[in-house]
């Protein structure tokens, strides 16, 4: 049996630079690794070698990825057993996590000395050239988001609030009715992010278990995001979990909330993350049509054109640097891998694999 997986994201690439919510996001577990040490793409390999070991063994897995580069990971959490494996680059963040034993892997024992420095002084200038990008990167990202702020004003100046605020209070009072009384736990984490390909979300993983989908359509400005926060506010109050899922585009923004208990989830499913019914339990909830006066659309269809032209261009240009990233980050992981012991790097892999099956007291069927 191979278990239930949730693919998202910890971290993001946003207009508020980069974003971490890995405190909320391992927050409640009981053990974390970290993998510490400068191995080029080792990290990612023995995250995917620690995947496919467990692949068959029936926990539920949540797969966190890079947001950089979704094919790769920087964590996994096994949510039965309260284990958490993570990047130390990721964990850089260094999030505040109480009661958590926080156990630290060194990779130094994977790489050959010699190699290694020669691979730190052959890419001392490629790593500033990346931070530079970075910077380039998230102030693209910044002027985009300025733009998207001109979008949303046509919508917001005609926004009924009232017709608004009816609709969460109606979802609320229809959908949010607690199963058991008890203090609600708030999970924050990132549905999608802005890779070196652009936007990637995991609306269909996460939602896909779940017995009822609400997809949520509107226009930039149209009150989801408010909406969501409202929800999400009612839901705490009530008891009932949630799992809050920012906007990897701008995290002050919400993109979606999941109701585990409820088998419940409400997303906003607009581009760039837009997704249609395809089952029984989907139902559409537009927004636009309900809270925005009748005909906005037309009146300002030649304003709306021409910023959303010059938002699609500003976004495009914000990708392409961080596809500049990409490229550069792969010249120096390359650099870095020559450094590597594969068998070293495997038997960090194992060693990880064991300590957690004496914390589970349950064994691994799979080996590396």
Not at 109 to 118: K, P, S, V
Not at 213 to 222: D, E, T
Not at 235 to 243: L, M, S, V, Y
Request: hydrophobic letters at 40%.
């Amino acid at each position: 049996m191979e278990g239930l997986e949730k693919h998202y994201f910890g971290r993001g690439n946003t207009a508020a630079g980069l974003y971490s919510l890995y405190d909320s996001t391992l927050n409640g577990l009981g053990t974390i690794f970290v993998i510490n040490g400068r191995t080029g793409s080792g990290t990612s390999r023995i995250l995917s070698e620690l995947a496919d070991a467990w692949k068959n063994n029936g926990w539920t897995k949540h797969f966190i990825h890079d947001p950089l580069n979704n094919e790769r990971l920087e964590g996994i959490i096994l949510e039965e057993a309260r284990i958490g494996i993570i990047d130390g680059n990721a964990w850089s963040a260094d999030p505040i996590l109480e009661g958590t034993d926080i156990c630290i892997i060194d990779t130094a024992e994977a790489l050959r000395g010699e190699l290694l420095e020669e691979a730190k002084a052959e890419t001392a200038e490629s790593e500033r050239e990346i931070a530079s990008l970075y910077t380039q990167a998230y102030n693209s990202f910044l002027r985009t988001l300025r733009i998207h702020d001109e979008w949303e004003k046509f919508y917001i100046e005609n926004l009924d609030r009232d017709s608004a605020n009816r609709i969460s209070s109606e979802f609320a009072d229809e959908y949010l009715i607690p199963i058991t009384t008890q203090k609600a736990r708030i999970t924050r984490r990132f549905l999608g992010a802005a890779t070196w390909q652009g936007a990637v979300d995991y609306v269909p993983n996460l939602t896909e278990p779940l017995r009822t989908r609400i997809f949520v359509k509107g226009r930039p400005g149209s009150g989801k995001s408010t909406m969501f926060k409202k929800l999400a506010k009612e839901a705490e109050a009530r008891g009932i979990d949630t799992e809050i899922y920012h906007c990897g585009f701008d995290p002050n923004s919400l993109d979606m909330l999941i109701f585990p208990e409820l088998s419940l989830a409400i997303f906003d499913s607009t581009a760039p993350h837009e997704h249609f019914p395809s089952r029984e339990g989907d139902s559409i909830l537009d927004v636009y049509e309900l809270a925005i006066k009748e005909g906005t659309d037309e009146a300002y269809a030649e304003e709306i054109a021409e910023i959303r032209s010059r938002y699609q261009s500003s976004m495009k240009h914000s990708i392409s640097v961080l596809a500049d990233v990409k490229r550069i980050r792969d010249e120096v992981w390359e650099a870095y891998d020559a450094a590597i012991d594969p068998a070293a790097l495997r038997a960090i892999a194992g060693q990880i694999i064991q300590q957690v099956e004496t914390l589970t007291n349950s064994s691994v069927i799979s080996e590396i």
